[in-house]
């Protein structure tokens, strides 16, 4: 459960597993081709159903996944985003964005599913401490605002009836993995969709929370991991969890210093309790990738969640 | 061979019987979004390729061929056809315009073939009996000129190269049919690709030209049936056809009234030798769909283009 590149990251790497997939992704997305489609179509925010559409295709060709990530840099088209087109026009010509889904699904050899965790059409709002109220994920996501202020709240308006696939998921569930991802942009605004905290809170499976690698200016500056569960036992239900996946591979200097000019910073897992027994369970491992972006590693963390599910 | 919604008919009807099926496909056009891509992705014509492809798809869910002719209606990308923004996805995808039709093909599951008949990015030229030279497709096929001033030479700018595997598709066929289609914009441009006209002569194939229903005013007005014949003989060669195919069933009064507005009339079958045993030979059959608009019955024309490859 989540949105974003972070749950393309857990599919992708789940996906080499014999598990059965279901991703249940955020519906508060209002940026870029997926914000225009929404003002110009009155569609659904497609931008992370493609994602997990693309993390848990078996198309054999290559060129299936490229179409769909594909944005077109030229023209009228300049700057949307092929699969986010594919799905306003899918759900033209079956009449639903659920049908539309659905088609998109087979189109792809899609393993598994991709639940909207709503059909309502949420907007993500969020209050700062200063009380100034802020409409809009994308608003959130990249602050206009002072992003040092923090957000002392946010809910979504209307507040979205859950999908009832996705409640039935979640209670089916073996597992649940939430995260990584913004937290009130990309996680938080699933357990805000009504029903969602119930179904959860319902679910006998193992809740495991894989926490963010870096904090994000504007949404979580400063936050220690601590801050990270104290906000998800506010949205979600004290003590969701069973176990938090944590990361111990510090990321090299120079990224960092690099990733400081944005005001994002390493969350680090020191003061992480040791052979703890109590819930939630600190799981510690190195989870980063190599390369310029601070990143999970998808193969990392997918056998470290493997771990848990066997445990 | 051809283009447009004749050769869409065509293929169609062809796909249910049991024949190895090559669509080659003119790349003259220039109007709607497929002018639009041409003139802002530097894209080769996708309209003709994109009809072609979804007549001999097998794809089982009707989604996927609904959205290839899907066109937009809102927006930034009003007026595009989703096919066409497929294949200018895919062609920046795969790197190459051959290369998209083949992902494409692959991706409808197309039984068959669909061949450009060239890769050159040619345009179509033509100049009327009063000298004036009309260029582009769209301007001789919807005229601004006066549409009763008659066509004296159609022409391509540059010429273009035969595409390899059309010309290897038309040596080894067993049959070919041109046609139906608009005489000077979707069938005689295929012929004056470089290459092509050499190796429709050289074929030993049986050479079926399946005859208009009716006149279009800007390109064949009061045309009969030997008009389009002599206009083929001096384009693709003397005598090229074994067989003319030609409809017998007149359309109802009320339906060639409203096409009489368009300046269009239907080509009658009377004066066509009976019994002719001489090249070409003419075969009459009813082969009108029934409907509001004057259009080939696909299954009856795959019928009676059957019984001359069993002939």
Redesign the interface.
């Known amino acids: 459960m989540g949105g974003g590149t972070g749950t393309f990251t857990v599919l992708s790497g789940l996906k080499k597993y014999p598990v059965d997939l279901t991703a249940i992704v955020s519906m508060a997305d209002d940026g870029g081709s997926t914000g ?2 929404r003002e ?2 009155g569609m659904l925010p497609a931008g992370d159903i493609r994602r997990a559409l693309v993390a848990l295709s078996s198309y054999p ?1 290559k ?2 996944t ?2 769909f990530t ?1 944005r ?1 840099r ?4 300049d700057g ?1 985003n ?1 699969g986010n ?2 799905l ?3 759900e ?3 009449g639903s964005f659920e049908d539309a889904v659905a ?1 998109a699904s ?2 792809l050899d899609v393993r598994g599913a991709v639940l909207p965790v709503t059909f309502s059409n949420v907007r993500l709002y969020a209050q700062l401490e200063n009380g100034e109220i802020i409409k809009g994920e994308t608003n959130i996501d990249i602050p206009k605002h002072d992003g040092r202020l923090r957000i002392v709240r946010v809910w979504l308006q209307p507040k979205g009836r859950a999908n009832p696939k996705a409640v039935k998921a979640i209670r089916d569930a073996d597992m649940i993995v939430i995260g990584p991802g913004d937290l009130f942009t990309s996680i938080i605004p699933n357990v805000l969709v009504s029903g969602i905290r119930k179904a959860l809170r319902k679910s006998s499976a193992k809740k495991v929370y894989v926490m963010n690698l870096m904090t994000k200016h504007g949404e979580t500056n400063g936050f220690t991991g601590a801050d990270f569960l104290a906000m998800l036992d506010a949205y979600a239900g004290a003590r969701m969890f069973d176990y938090v996946l944590i990361n111990t591979m510090c990321p090299p200097e120079h990224i960092l210093r690099r990733y400081k000019k944005e005001r994002a910073e390493w969350i680090s897992y020191k003061g992480v309790p040791q052979r703890n027994q109590e819930r939630p369970r600190f799981i510690t491992a190195a989870l980063l990738r190599r390369g310029n972006y601070v990143r999970h590693d998808s193969a990392k963390l997918a056998k470290s969640i493997m771990k848990i599910i066997q445990a």
């Open positions: 225009i489609l110009e179509f060709e060129f299936l490229d179409l594909y077109f030229e023209g009228e088209v949307h092929f087109l594919i306003a026009a899918l033209r010509v079956t088609a087979r189109l």
